[in-house]
């Protein structure tokens, strides 16, 4: 049977277009952004062309556009160049308890330099109340942290109101939307932030690049010291290459149009599982409030892995993890209060734009036929 991919949210494959806009580096425009010479120059034009996307893309200032490594890097960025930029004596954090873990083992990393972290519940859904947000800013609250799409549930949080609380104490608002680029609007002035992470290998650009958005006027800490790549901000020579495969990735980013089309996919996908299945399948998530490409579901009673294994060829995601022979829940539907019975069950189906129609009802298919059909 042909394998089918699934799993979109955890990494996508490279856009040919993509792969076409890397190739002159990969042949003949080898040359470091920052020689002045004739090697130099072109990578550099194309360093700043690229950097130009990526600002069209989020409405942003070509300036505010810091290339990284990837959303793990400017999500560490963000928080720990606040933190030591701070001239503060005391340093307060706010984020959410379903953040992804390159904002949460930071901010843990930060409590032992002794920050204060305040942790925002959710609901059942997986989003964040805003009065929770108002509540818990406090003198020395110097970052709010909270994502802009759940990378596991696909919940969208009130990203508008939140950053218009943060604008009120005058506190910068930083955004993790490494899930929501391609698939929903991440233009910063609608949105309201001042920082903003973005993955390249999360919409068909390759791992290892990714971005920060810093809005003209907010000053962080470097995160990599030594000579003044990216206008000081981030050490180490600029790859040309892998920043002209995230411009492009970009441009075609800027088209959500085909986000019909996978959305549709993905609600037949859940009407025929709960057509199968009945009340012995669970969403997980907000009904309406998520991504277009997301489908968490829990296969109650199950363990997510398990159902998994009996599918022939299909890369999804689970709710759960494996440790020293242990099923631990999943942290995200923990904070969401779902009952470990059906957390451990979860099983996470990320579309993207190859997904095919054909393909999903492959997969129902093939759950028909290892789990047993409500009457």
């Not at 802009?148 to 104490?169: K, L, M, W």
């Amino acid at each position: 049977m042909r394998p089918i991919y699934l799993d979109y949210n955890a990494s996508t494959p490279i856009d040919p277009v993509v792969a076409a806009a890397m190739r002159p580096f990969l042949e003949t425009a080898f040359g470091n952004p920052s020689s002045p010479h004739w090697a130099g120059q072109p990578a550099k034009a194309a360093l700043e062309e690229a950097r130009s996307k990526v600002a069209h893309l989020l409405g942003a200032e070509v300036d505010e556009i810091v290339f990284t490594s990837g959303g793990s890097e400017a999500n560490n960025f963000a928080l720990k160049g606040a933190f030591f930029g701070s001239t503060r004596a005391r340093c307060h954090i706010v984020t959410t308890r379903v953040e992804h873990p390159s904002i949460v083992t930071p901010c843990q990393f930060l409590e032992r330099l002794s920050a204060e972290i305040t942790w925002l519940p959710v609901d059942g859904t997986g989003r964040i109340d805003p009065d929770d947000l108002r509540r818990a800013i406090v003198a020395d609250t110097v970052l709010i942290s909270v994502m802009h799409a759940n990378n596991e549930v696909g919940t969208i949080q009130p990203i508008e109101d939140c950053a218009a609380i943060a604008r009120e104490h005058g506190i910068p608002f930083h955004t993790d939307a490494a899930q929501s680029v391609g698939k929903i609007p991440t233009r910063v002035d609608v949105l309201g932030v001042d920082l903003l992470t973005i993955a390249g290998h999360k919409f068909y650009a390759p791992k290892g690049i990714g971005a920060l958005y810093v809005r003209n006027g907010i000053t962080l800490e470097p995160l990599i010291h030594g000579a003044g790549h990216e206008g000081g901000r981030r050490a180490g020579t600029e790859s040309a290459l892998l920043a002209a495969a995230l411009g492009e990735a970009c441009v075609l980013a800027s088209a959500l149009s085909d986000m019909e089309r996978v959305s549709a996919l993905r609600d037949r996908f859940w009407a025929a599982l709960r057509d199968r299945f009945g009340n012995t399948v669970a969403l997980n998530g907000h009904p309406k409030l998520r991504l277009p490409n997301t489908l968490n579901v829990s296969f109650i009673g199950r363990i997510g892995a398990d159902v998994l294994a009996e599918l022939d060829g299909v890369a999804a995601s689970t709710g759960s993890a494996c440790h020293a022979g242990r099923i631990e829940l999943s942290p995200v539907l923990e904070a969401m209060g779902v009952p470990p019975e059906v957390g451990m069950g979860a099983v996470r189906f990320s579309l993207g734009r190859g997904t095919t129609a054909e393909e999903i009802d492959s997969v129902v298919a093939q759950l028909s036929n290892v789990l047993p059909r409500t009457a």
